[in-house]
């Protein structure tokens, strides 16, 4: 039996996958019903399409507002307007729900000794532990009934420490801010009223070598599958999701399923790893070295995964000319 820890994106996508496939499969988490965990829940319309239709959840069930204007901010350049190219907000507590009813939710925490353990704990890494050197922003939403933004708009903060958001939802807006200032982000929020406020810290660098412990295996935040430069995590976490049912598909074997498991998701992790390494070193002034050359059209290619045509010349000009 399959013990799943976590009932966010990652651990409801694998649940649904694994029980509609026969697995014997049981999940847990200790949040109350409803109990509102921050995310933006901007996501890309085209990317988690497939996954949805994976689990019987059409797009049009939770979709919330689909963008039709995006305007960009930087320290260095006026707003600008990016295409819209699928970004979208969703009900992501609704879709939730959608792949796990309530009632087959264990309002508690895997019971030690289950062993067979799959931790989709998110940012926590409960049941796999901590590692050294693990890599966090913070970050912080208020959930408001109005904003100065209509549309989607992000704001990055100077240097690339961070970014603010306004998404909109079909009454609502998200807004919120990430970075390595705790000070710096609250600072972006101060003037806006929220119905509420809800702060966690986000994972920025994947957890290449610590994916399993002896008796648990990561999926989604818990081994940093996130998209280091925006922060996106909902389409990563169910593509890990996703990887991992289809190894699990293929072995009972534990041994052989950490195999298999961590081959087919390290080519991504690696990939997140070499974006986290252009964000750190754009915050500590390094900017023109072979890595972050290297890296630039993976890291755009990020931005376009998220729903977004970028102007590339306006990017880079922020972050490698007005880096002070
Ligand atoms: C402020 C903020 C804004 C964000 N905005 C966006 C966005 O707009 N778009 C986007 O794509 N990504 C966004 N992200 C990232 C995204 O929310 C996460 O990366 C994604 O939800 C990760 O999915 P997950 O399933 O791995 O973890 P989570 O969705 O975090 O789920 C983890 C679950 O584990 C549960 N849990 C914790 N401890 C235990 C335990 N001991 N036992 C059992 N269960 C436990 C928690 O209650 C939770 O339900 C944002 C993150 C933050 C912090």
Same mark, same amino acid.
């Given at each position: 039996?399959?013990?799943?820890?976590?009932?966010?994106?990652?651990?409801?996508?694998?649940?649904?996958?694994?029980?509609?496939?026969?697995?014997?499969?049981?999940?847990?988490?200790?949040?109350?019903?409803?109990?509102?965990?921050?995310?933006?829940?901007?996501?890309?319309?085209?990317?988690?399409?497939?996954?949805?239709?994976?689990?019987?959840?059409?797009?049009?069930?939770?979709?919330?507002?689909?963008?039709?204007?995006?305007?960009?901010?930087?320290?260095?350049?006026?707003?600008?307007?990016?295409?819209p190219r699928g970004?979208?907000?969703?009900?992501?507590?609704?879709?939730?729900?959608?792949?796990?009813?309530?009632?087959?939710?264990?309002?508690?925490?895997?019971?030690?000794?289950?062993?067979?353990?799959?931790?989709?704990? *998110?940012?926590?890494?409960?049941? &796999?532990?901590? $590692?050294?050197?693990? /890599?966090?922003? @913070?970050?912080? !939403?208020? =959930?408001?009934?109005?904003?100065?933004?209509?549309?989607?708009?992000?704001?990055?903060?100077?240097?690339?420490?961070?970014?603010?958001?306004?998404?909109?939802l079909k009454d609502?807006?998200?807004? *919120?801010?990430?970075?390595?200032? &705790?000070?710096? $982000?609250?600072?972006? /929020?101060?003037? @806006?009223?929220? !119905?509420? =406020?809800?702060?966690?810290?986000?994972?920025?660098?994947?957890?290449?070598?610590?994916?399993?412990?002896?008796?648990?295996?990561?999926?989604?935040?818990?081994?940093?599958?996130?998209?280091?430069?925006?922060?996106?995590?909902?389409?990563?976490?169910?593509?890990?999701?996703? /990887?991992?049912?289809?190894?699990?598909?293929?072995?009972?074997?534990?041994?052989?399923?950490?195999?298999?498991?961590?081959?087919?998701?390290?080519?991504?992790?690696?990939?997140?790893?070499?974006?986290?390494?252009?964000?750190?070193?754009?915050?500590?002034?390094?900017?023109?070295?072979?890595?972050?050359?290297?890296?630039?059209?993976?890291?755009?290619?990020?931005?376009?995964?998220?729903?977004?045509?970028?102007?590339?010349?306006?990017?880079?000009?922020?972050?490698?000319?007005?880096?002070?």
């Amino acid at each position: 039996m399959w013990h799943i820890g976590g009932a966010g994106v990652a651990g409801s996508y694998l649940y649904r996958r694994l029980k509609d496939s026969g697995f014997d499969v049981s999940i847990y988490d200790p949040k109350r019903p409803d109990y509102y965990i921050p995310c933006g829940y901007a996501t890309n319309k085209n990317h988690i399409s497939g996954f949805l239709g994976n689990v019987s959840v059409s797009i049009d069930e939770i979709l919330e507002r689909e963008a039709h204007e995006i305007k960009i901010s930087g320290n260095n350049f006026y707003v600008t307007d990016f295409l819209p190219r699928g970004l979208c907000t969703i009900d992501k507590m609704k879709m939730e729900k959608l792949m796990v009813e309530d009632e087959h939710i264990s309002r508690f925490m895997i019971p030690k000794g289950s062993g067979n353990i799959i931790d989709a704990t *998110g940012v926590s890494r409960y049941y &796999l532990g901590k $590692v050294q050197n693990d /890599l966090k922003m @913070y970050a912080m !939403e208020k =959930v408001c009934r109005e904003s100065p933004y209509n549309d989607f708009y992000f704001n990055f903060f100077k240097g690339g420490t961070g970014y603010f958001w306004s998404f909109p939802l079909k009454d609502r807006y998200h807004i *919120g801010a990430g970075g390595t200032n &705790l000070e710096e $982000v609250k600072s972006y /929020l101060e003037n @806006y009223h929220g !119905e509420r =406020v809800v702060a966690r810290n986000i994972r920025m660098m994947p957890t290449i070598e610590n994916i399993f412990s002896h008796d648990a295996i990561g999926v989604g935040e818990s081994i940093g599958y996130i998209s280091p430069l925006l922060g996106e995590g909902i389409v990563p976490a169910m593509e890990n999701a996703e /990887l991992l049912f289809q190894c699990m598909k293929k072995t009972g074997e534990i041994d052989e399923l950490k195999i298999i498991y961590e081959k087919a998701a390290r080519k991504k992790l690696l990939l997140y790893g070499q974006i986290g390494k252009l964000v750190i070193n754009i915050q500590k002034k390094k900017v023109f070295n072979m890595h972050n050359i290297l890296s630039i059209r993976k890291a755009i290619h990020e931005v376009e995964n998220f729903g977004m045509k970028p102007e590339i010349m306006k990017i880079l000009g922020h972050f490698i000319f007005n880096t002070d």
